[in-house]
């Protein structure tokens, strides 16, 4: 008889939702979205719909390997668990006496958000004394930007897109990476809303919009202060509650905004003069302006000052003050459960080293005293997903580098393995996930026995604890435990009832701290737009890294609905819906180049050089070309993906990876 579990969707994704799993004879046989759940409604994207085929994908690994062939090479032969704990923790224990702790590194990002198996490894590397992962590669410059204006002030409630009379999808490709953002965008729309899109080449998020502004790479800093510049020069401002709510308007007017023009900034923001001009009055004039930004903007050497310029928009115009008006960046229920107990900051003996993981290249083959010498790979693909996959593979070429990958597939990282260790799925193991594009929270247990010997997060490192010969306690916990402890108590976010519901496996909405609008958490109480303890006091113009690069096409390394970064590449109904790994292009670039549809072509620049497969598409304007997809490398064109082409380079805030700040040259092959 099949039964149907309740589980989360454990991808890194803002929606966390919820899942209904029909398990027949110990397989999931179906996945559906939970029609209950207040966030899903019912509602999963084009890769969760047949999650049952990456869980008893024929390509899971199933048990422990060694490596028998060169490293890269990807030939391995099966061991016992016994055996390759007992091989991690001797080499650990030579290395840390040739070399002390710190030689061992880390490396981790989000293949799974629950909160358990998410932050497995913090506590067995703090008491081990590891160097430490600097977890920057998404959108840190995200957060720095809006916490220079705003502070600490929470998101406002997302939901509230209901209420808006103009919803602008800026710098996100919502019909890709946030369905349930796009199901609210365009219900508002039903509603009576205007949809606009801000975005440097048509997504498929552009076509459902009924307006769509296509900028330069790292323009929109220019265009929000050209529309702010119109915004004063004609007095569509919200005085009132700008002297009741905001720091510094007479001194972004007085200093900043005189040379910010639309003429002035057209060429850097890309969009003609008198298109800024109807934006900004459009802007100024809507009820309840809504700006649900993406991040695609935030991964330049600028990032963190166009969200923080972005941001002045709604403080001048008062948006803030009417339902529906502001603008989103993402949730965060942090406060809901206290982390610190699981990943035990207070085993830590010393403050160990600090290593950017958009800088992993230069760790593994420039760093000394010590030198990197062991990496530990678990829920991340570096070899793909990595700024200067050159460098990063340099590195894992290194003979004298032991590497532990623990993983569901053999990815591009895996094949570097001196060790490979088989990871349970989400259907496999227990967990607690929030989310971070809404407020809902949701307890999960494993719906279906490991597959082969696969183990998780949380399991290996009890494995590793004990073969360190460590009695401490807390690595005998289970799972269950840990989430157990993530409960226990109460807080401002999840009463009694609440927490019973969570431990229930129900999905529910968590309670926000306060009531975000018109309770500015900055050290002044009002919205900063001057902030003396930035660098720059008021937002400004600044360059992209890729402006001083000198190539002549910008690249855009984005996102696919048929894709999570490089997840989801087992499946082959979905790695069809790609097609293959193209570079579109304009077809006034191709002419210009004499390529053609379908050809093999060489995008360069001076890091690396990478094959894809030309599509000449109107989608991208003149000068501007685009690959989807972090392709695994077995199934493209050459032998290195798109990311031998980014920089291990950092945004202005945050320490963020700069992965769309890029410049290349593209030739026939
Ligand atoms: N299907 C799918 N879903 C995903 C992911 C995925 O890979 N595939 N990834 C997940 C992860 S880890 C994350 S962080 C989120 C990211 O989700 P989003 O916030 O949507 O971020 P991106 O898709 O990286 O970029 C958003 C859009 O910004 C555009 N863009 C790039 N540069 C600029 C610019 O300078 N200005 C403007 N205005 N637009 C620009 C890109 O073309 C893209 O359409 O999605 C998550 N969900
Ligand atoms: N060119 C380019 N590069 C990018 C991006 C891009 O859009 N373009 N996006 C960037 C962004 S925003 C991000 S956040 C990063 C994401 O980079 P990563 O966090 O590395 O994400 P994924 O590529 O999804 O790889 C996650 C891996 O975890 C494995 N996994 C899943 N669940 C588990 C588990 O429970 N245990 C273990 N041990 N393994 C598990 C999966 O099989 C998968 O191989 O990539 C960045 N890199
Ligand atoms: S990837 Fe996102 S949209 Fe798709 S099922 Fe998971 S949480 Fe939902
Ligand atoms: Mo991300």
Redesign the pocket.
């Known amino acids: 008889m099949p039964v149907i579990s309740r589980s989360v969707c454990p991808?890194?994704?803002?929606d966390a939702c919820g899942l209904l799993v029909t398990v027949e004879n110990g397989r999931a046989i179906k996945i559906v979205g939970d029609p209950d759940h207040p966030v899903t409604r019912g509602l999963l994207?084009?890769?969760m719909n047949q999650y049952q085929q990456t869980v008893h994908s024929p390509r899971r690994l199933t048990t422990p390997l060694r490596r028998v062939g060169k490293k890269g090479s990807g030939k391995f032969e099966p061991i016992t668990w016994d055996a390759a704990i007992s091989s991690i923790c001797a080499n650990w224990q030579r290395i840390i006496a040739s070399h002390g702790a710190e030689a061992i590194l880390p490396y981790s990002y989000?293949g799974t958000m629950g909160l358990v198996q998410r932050n497995a490894g913090h506590a067995f590397f703090n008491k081990l004394g590891a160097s430490r992962l600097e977890r920057t590669i998404?959108?840190p410059a995200k957060d720095a930007g809006w916490k220079a204006i705003m502070g600490e002030t929470p998101a406002m409630d997302p939901a509230e897109v209901e209420q808006s009379d103009l919803v602008i999808l800026?710098?996100?490709?919502?019909a890709?990476?946030?369905?349930h953002a796009m199901r609210d965008a365009q219900e508002a729309r039903r509603g009576g809303a205007r949809l606009w899109?801000?975005?440097?080449?048509r997504?498929p998020?552009?076509d459902a919009v009924d307006e769509l502004?296509l900028?330069?790479?790292?323009?929109?800093g220019a265009?929000a202060l050209a529309m702010l510049h119109v915004i004063e020069r004609e007095q569509l401002l919200d005085r009132e509650f700008i002297s009741a709510n905001v720091l510094g308007f007479e001194e972004l007017t007085a200093q900043i905004l005189p040379s910010c023009s639309p003429t002035e900034m057209s060429e850097v923001c890309g969009l003609p003069a008198e298109v800024i001009e109807r934006m900004a009055r459009e802007y100024a004039r809507a009820k309840a302006p809504f700006i649900r930004?993406?991040?695609?903007?935030?991964?330049?050497g600028n990032g963190a000052v166009?969200v923080r310029t972005i941001c002045c928009l709604p403080a001048v115009v008062g948006a803030w003050g009417k339902p529906g008006g502001g603008i989103f960046i993402g949730t965060s229920t942090g406060g809901a459960f206290p982390l610190q107990r699981v990943t035990r900051e207070d085993f830590m003996v010393s403050e160990p080293r600090l290593i950017s993981m958009n800088q992993l290249g230069t760790a593994l083959t420039e760093l000394a005293d010590p030198a990197v010498m062991s990496l530990y790979v678990y829920h991340s693909n570096p070899a793909s997903i990595a700024p200067d996959q050159n460098a990063v593979i340099r590195g894992l070429e290194r003979e004298d580098l032991f590497t532990v990958v623990h993983e569901r597939f053999l990815t591009d990282t895996a094949r570097y393995a001196d060790i490979v260790l088989p990871a349970t799925s989400s259907l496999e193991h227990p967990d607690l996930y929030r989310c971070y594009g809404s407020y809902h929270a949701q307890r999960c247990s494993a719906a279906i026995s490991p597959v082969g010997e696969a183990k998780s997060n949380w399991e290996v490192f009890s494995l590793l604890a004990a073969g360190m010969g460590w009695d401490e306690p807390f690595f005998r916990l289970s799972a269950e435990e840990l989430v157990e402890l993530l409960l226990a108590g109460e807080n401002r976010w999840r009463s009694a009832a609440v927490t019973e519901r969570l431990r229930q496996g129900e999905p529910v909405i968590l309670t926000p701290t306060s009531a975000p609008k018109k309770q500015w958490l900055t050290p002044s109480g009002k919205i900063e737009i001057l902030n003396g303890r930035e660098s720059e006091p008021l937002p400004r113009l600044l360059p992209?890294h890729a402006e001083r690069d000198g190539y002549p096409l910008r690249l855009?390394p984005?996102?696919?609905?048929?894709?999570?970064?490089s997840?989801?590449y087992e499946q082959d109904y979905l790695r069809a819906k790609q097609n293959c790994m193209e570079l579109l292009m304009n077809r006034v670039d191709a002419e210009a180049r004499g390529l053609a549809n379908g050809q093999v072509v060489v995008a360069r620049n001076d890091l690396g050089a990478v094959r894809f497969t030309l599509l000449i598409s109107e989608r991208v304007p003149i000068g501007t070309v685009?690959t989807e997809?972090?392709w695994w490398r077995e199934f493209i064109p050459g032998d290195r993906g798109v990311n031998a082409l980014t920089s291990q380079r950092l945004t202005d805030g945050g320490r963020g990876s700069t992965?769309?700040d890029v410049t290349v040259e593209v030739r026939g092959e």
């Not at 930004?293 to 330049?300: A, M, N, V």
């Not at 984005?558 to 970064?565: E, H, I, M, R, V």
């Open positions: 991808y890194d994704c803002p994207c084009a890769k989000a998404c959108s800026w710098g996100i490709n919502a890709a990476t946030s369905i899109a801000i975005d440097t080449y997504t998020t552009c502004f900028v330069r790479p790292g323009g929109d265009l930004l993406g991040s695609g903007l935030t991964r330049y166009t992209t855009q984005a996102t696919t609905p048929f894709a999570l970064n997840s989801f685009v997809g972090v992965l769309y």
